[in-house]
Every structure is written in structure tokens, then in C-alpha cells.
Nanobody, 120 residues
Framework: QVQLVESGGGLVQAGGSLRLSCAPSGSIFSIRTMGWYRQAPGKQRELVANLTSGGSTNYADSVKGRATISRDYAKNTVYLQMSSLKPEDTAVYYC??????????????WGQGTQVTVSS
């Protein structure tokens, strides 16, 4: 069973920066979209940023200008670089892959989540 493995979360001071990484534990092919979502306590999970296979990116208004999503094609790894972090960025961050074809019976994969806490 292929899983997405995230890393890079932690405690950061407001104004600081961090980089999250996400890579599959096995082979995933025909990736259509790679993305990052986040869920703060008591709130719904929301899209932070995603990147299509064609190279298009999409960012939540709340992180535009502060976040950059990128991909290492050779490693099928997706990164989220965030700067000028704010306390309201505190959340569990999840990576997400969507594939055009079924991979092990699935077309959508989620990571286990990594906690990002921004202190004021």
C-alpha cells in the first residue's frame, strides 16, 4: 500500500519560514495533481496550494505571496516553502496526490499530516 510521507513540520516563530516535503513510500504513476491542504482545530480542511502535471499552480488567498509549491520530478516529491509565517498558519498540513489512473485501486492519496505551529 503506497503512502505519502510528510516531513518538515514543527514549531516556528511568527515571521519565520519552513519547508514541508512529501514523498510516496512506493511507486505512484500518472500523477495529475500534487497539493498541500491544512486543517486547523475546529475548522474544515482547506487547500493551501496545488501543482498540476502541466505546471500550473494554485494558491489559497491567505498564503499568496508567502508560499511556493514545487516538485522534484525524479523523486515524485512535492515541497511547500512558506515564509512570513503567521499564527493563523498553525494547522496540521496534509499532502495530497491525485492520479489520472488507478494506482493500487486508488486515484487519491493523502499523507498522515504534519503539525505546523507558529508562535506569536
Amino acid at each position: 500500500q503506497v503512502q505519502l510521507v510528510e516531513s518538515g513540520g514543527g514549531l516556528v516563530q511568527a515571521g519565520g519560514s519552513l519547508r514541508l516535503s512529501c514523498a510516496p513510500s512506493g511507486s505512484i504513476f500518472s500523477i495529475r495533481t500534487m497539493g498541500w491542504y491544512r486543517q486547523a482545530p475546529g475548522k474544515q480542511r482547506e487547500l493551501v496550494a496545488n501543482l498540476t502535471s502541466g505546471g500550473s499552480t494554485n494558491y489559497a488567498d491567505s498564503v499568496k505571496g508567502r508560499a511556493t509549491i514545487s516538485r522534484d520530478y525524479a523523486k515524485n516529491t512535492v515541497y511547500l516553502q512558506m515564509s512570513s509565517l503567521k499564527p493563523e498558519d498553525t494547522a496540521v498540513y496534509y499532502c495530497n496526490f491525485q492520479t489520472a489512473l488507478y494506482v493500487s485501486g486508488r486515484r487519491e492519496f493523502w499523507g498522515q499530516g504534519t503539525q505546523v505551529t507558529v508562535s506569536s
